[in-house]
């Protein structure tokens, strides 16, 4: 039946360009944003999901920042336990030679004392941004070095803890003597006992410092494998997009000749009135 009032074949053909035009926005909008998903309303529950991750790259952000600076304050106090090491080393050679009776104790002690002078300086000097864990004001070094996430959602924080190695007091460089020889022969145990906290003091630097360093680069992979699945959540596969958008753009023409035909359709019924 055929009617003036009612045009069920133009309504028909409005519905369908209205759903062509609206699929062709959405396309339009994930090609402009390069999201499939770029709010809610897109997909509230995967929206939802990718914020929170989103939330944590952020974090691991700030993480990998404060990893950064604790490396660098371990590295440089690693460099001078090292440093002084090689010095308690160089007095150790001085103490042997000492040991003798025909050398120049007065000579030596002035080298000896030069180079406690110096593993003095190089302790006061292994510093970064103000944290030494050389010296007994440093203390130790707390680092931020994850957020963990439960199944309930609920987030801690896990840091690193490097101890200080205190050598301004363990090590005690008024024990060498080479004033003489039998005084430079007590000293060798001391000068010992001095170069072995030394090692084992920069050993646990070192220990500390590679323990850092694998968590930088653990955050720095995990931070890309988030953002690399937040974009699986999110992102518009573009070629796909191009492709529908091109199908949308055809549909549309024909859904506006449809209109078009289906309005028309009124005029023929004037023909019968001829």
Not at 19 to 26: D, E, G, H, P, T
Not at 259 to 270: H, K, M, V
Request: aromatic content about 2%; proline content about 0%; glycine content about 6%.
């Amino acid at each position: 039946m055929s009617s003036i009032l009612t045009n069920n074949s133009a309504m028909v053909a409005l519905q369908t360009l209205k759903s062509i035009n609206s699929n062709l926005s959405q396309t339009q909008s994930e090609i402009s944003t390069g999201k499939s998903i770029s709010s809610a309303k897109d997909n509230s529950a995967v929206w939802a999901i990718s914020k929170v991750m989103e939330s944590d790259v952020s974090g691991f952000n700030a993480i990998s920042d404060s990893l950064s600076l604790g490396q660098a304050t371990v590295a440089v106090a690693s460099a001078g336990a090292e440093q002084i090491t090689d010095l308690l080393t160089q007095m150790k050679e001085k103490v042997v030679a000492a040991t003798g009776e025909n050398v120049d104790h007065a000579k030596i002690t002035a080298d000896v004392t030069e180079l406690k002078n110096q593993i003095t300086s190089v302790i006061d000097a292994s510093q970064f941004n103000g944290a030494n864990l050389l010296n007994t004001a440093g203390g130790d070094v707390t680092i931020l070095s994850s957020l963990d996430r439960d199944a309930a959602g609920a987030v801690t924080a896990s840091n690193i803890t490097v101890a200080s190695v205190d050598f301004e007091a363990g090590l005690d460089l008024t024990t060498i003597d080479v004033s003489s020889a039998a005084n430079a022969d007590t000293s060798l145990d001391e000068i010992e006992t001095l170069i072995q906290a030394a090692v084992d003091g920069t050993a646990a630097l070192g220990a500390s410092q590679k323990r850092v360093e694998d968590q930088g680069n653990f955050v720095s992979k995990l931070t890309d494998a988030m953002k690399s699945g937040i974009g699986a959540l999110v992102d518009a596969d573009m070629e796909e997009a191009s492709a529908r958008l091109q199908a949308l753009q055809v549909q549309q023409q024909l859904g506006v000749q449809s209109l078009s035909i289906a309005n028309q359709g009124a005029q023929s019924i004037l023909s019968l009135f001829r």
